[in-house]
C-alpha cells in the first residue's frame, strides 16, 4: 500500500465521519454501501461516526449504522461509547435507542461537571426581606437606626472609592457608606428615589437576639454629583462613568449588592410615568413598585407587569464546532482591539431560550446550531439584563456575519482558546475579563472532557 493510497482512505473516512456528524444519512448510506469497512472507522480524534451521530443528536443516522451493524462498544480515547455521549449531550432519544439496544453497558457519565466560578454580580450578600416592603412601621424603623448603610447612586452610578497601591496603580474599588444623619436631608427631597435592599446576612444575630442586623438603602439623587461627593470623608471617591469596566472593580460582595440597586434604580429612573396611561406615578413597597396616580387607569385594576421592576433575558453561548475542537466568537466593533466574545442577544417575546440561541447565532454569524445546553446565568446590570449562558453544537460551519452588528466572527481552535484563556505567550487573541459569563462559558468549554 503506498502512502498515496493511505492518505485517499482516510480522507474517505474523514468525509464518512464528516457525514455522520452532520447528520447527513444519504451521504452516509451513499458511502457505506461503496465501503463497506467504515462502519467502525475512527478518525484522528478516536471517534467513530455512530459517536458522532450521537453526539449531535442525529437519531436517523444512529439507526441506519446501527441497523448495517456497527460495533455499539467501542469507545474513544476517554472510554465512552456513542450511549456515554448521547446522554451526556441529553439527547434522551439517541441514548434510549442506543440502550435499547443494548449497547450502553449501563455506564452513564456523570453530567457536565461545571467547575465554574461564582458568578460576578451574583451574590447575594443581603437577605431581600420582601415580605417587609410592606411593612411601613418597620422600614421606617430600620431607616433611622443609626447601624444601618446607605449606599449613593448619582446617575446610576454607585459613589465609590479607590485605593491606590504603592506603585501608584488601583486596587479594589469599595462602596461609600453612609449612615442616616449623613443622608436625612436627601431622603426629604421629593426627586430622590430610595430602595431598601435588604438586611446584611453576614451579620445575623442569634436567633433569640431581638437585634436587628443591618438594613441596606439605596438612593438615587439628582443633587449635583460634586456636591454630593462632599459627602463622604474620605478623599478620591467618585461616582464611575464607564459602568461597564468601573463597576467590575468592586469585591464579589459589593457587587452582588449594585447589580441589584442599579437595576432597580435605573427602571425608575425610566418609568417615572405610567406606561399604560402617561400619568406621574407613586413609589411604592419600599421602592419595589410604581402605583399610577390616575385611578381610573388600566394598570390599577388586577396585577401589571408595568407596576414591577423590569428584568431583560438574554442568551449568551458558546457555540461548538462540530468537530468539538473549536467554538465561535465573534467580535462587535466597540470591543477593545484584539477582543472576541461569546454571541449574545435579547430573547424575545414568546421565545424559548434554545429558540432565541438558535436565531441569534444565525442572525449574527450564519451558523446553525443543533443541541442547545442550559450552564448558568448572570445578571448584567446594565442595565437589566439577566444572561442565560448555553453551550450551543454547530451544525453547520460557514460564517457570514450580520455586519451591523458584528464586525468578525471566527471559528478558535481549543489551544489558542486555552493560550487566551491562561495568558499563553503570544496569544492569537483577548477573551472578555473573568467577571463576564462570556468568559465563563469559555473556561467551562477548555475544561470540559477534551473530546466531548
Ligand atoms: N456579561 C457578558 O459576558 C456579556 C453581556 N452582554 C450583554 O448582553 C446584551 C445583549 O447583547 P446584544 O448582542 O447587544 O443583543 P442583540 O444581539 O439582541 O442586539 C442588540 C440590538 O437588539 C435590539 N434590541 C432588542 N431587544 C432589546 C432590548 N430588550 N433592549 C435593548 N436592545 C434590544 C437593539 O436594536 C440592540 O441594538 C447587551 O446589552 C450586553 O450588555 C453581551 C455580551 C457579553
Ligand atoms: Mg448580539
Ligand atoms: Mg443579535
Ligand atoms: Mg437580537
Ligand atoms: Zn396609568
Known sequence: MTSLQLTAKEEMV??????????????????????????????????????????????????????????????????????????????????NLLQGAGAGGGRVLPGPELGLQEMYFSRETLDRLSGRRTDRAWLDARQKDGNSVYILFSNLSPMVVSSQ???????????CRFRYEDVKDLLQKPSTVLVFLGVDRRKAPPPSSSVEPP??????????????????????????????????????EEAGTVAQARSVLAWHSR??????????????????????????????KGVHNTCY??????????????????????RKKVFPVGLFSCLAGFI???????????????????????????????????????MMGCLAVAVST???????????????????????VFRGSSPAFIVPPRQTIAHQLIRHWIGMTSNL
Open 398 to 420: 460557514d460564517i457570514k456575519v450580520d455586519e451591523n452588528e458584528i464586525e468578525e466572527a471566527r471559528w478558535f481552535p481549543r489551544q489558542q482558546v486555552i493560550d487566551a
Open 309 to 330: 421592576p423590569r428584568v431583560d433575558p438574554v442568551v449568551i453561548m458558546l457555540v461548538i464546532h462540530p468537530d468539538g475542537n473549536q467554538c465561535l466568537l465573534g
Open 14 to 95: 474523514e468525509r464518512f465521519l464528516d457525514a455522520a456528524s452532520r447528520g447527513d444519512l444519504s451521504q452516509v448510506s451513499t458511502l457505506l454501501t461503496h465501503a463497506p469497512s467504515l462502519i467502525n472507522q475512527a478518525g484522528y480524534s478516536g471517534w467513530t461516526a455512530l459517536m458522532l451521530a450521537a453526539r449531535n443528536g442525529h437519531y436517523s443516522v444512529v439507526e441506519a449504522l446501527l441497523s448495517y451493524g456497527c460495533d455499539r462498544f467501542s469507545v474513544n480515547s476517554s472510554c465512552q461509547t456513542a450511549y456515554d455521549i448521547a446522554k451526556f449531550w441529553g439527547h434522551g432519544h439517541v441514548s
Open 348 to 386: 424575545e417575546p414568546g421565545e424559548t431560550v434554545e429558540a432565541a440561541v438558535r436565531r441569534e447565532v444565525e442572525e449574527e454569524s450564519g451558523v446553525k446550531v443543533g443541541a442547545v445546553q442550559y450552564v448558568t446565568c448572570q445578571p448584567w446590570p446594565m442595565p437589566s439584563n439577566l
Open 165 to 175: 497601591e504603592d506603585d501608584g496603580t488601583e486596587a479594589e474599588t469599595k462602596l
Open 215 to 252: 438594613a441596606w438603602f439605596a438612593i438615587s439623587s439628582d443633587e449635583d454629583a460634586a456636591e454630593l461627593l462632599k459627602r463622604c470623608r474620605q478623599t478620591n471617591c467618585c461616582f464611575p462613568t464607564r459602568p461597564n469596566r468601573d463597576l467590575l472593580k468592586l469585591s464579589e
Open 271 to 300: 418609568y417615572s410615568f405610567c406606561p399604560t396611561c402617561g400619568s406621574r406615578t407613586r413609589v411604592e413597597e419600599a421602592g419595589y413598585k410604581r402605583s399610577c396616580l390616575d385611578q381610573d387607569c388600566r394598570s390599577q
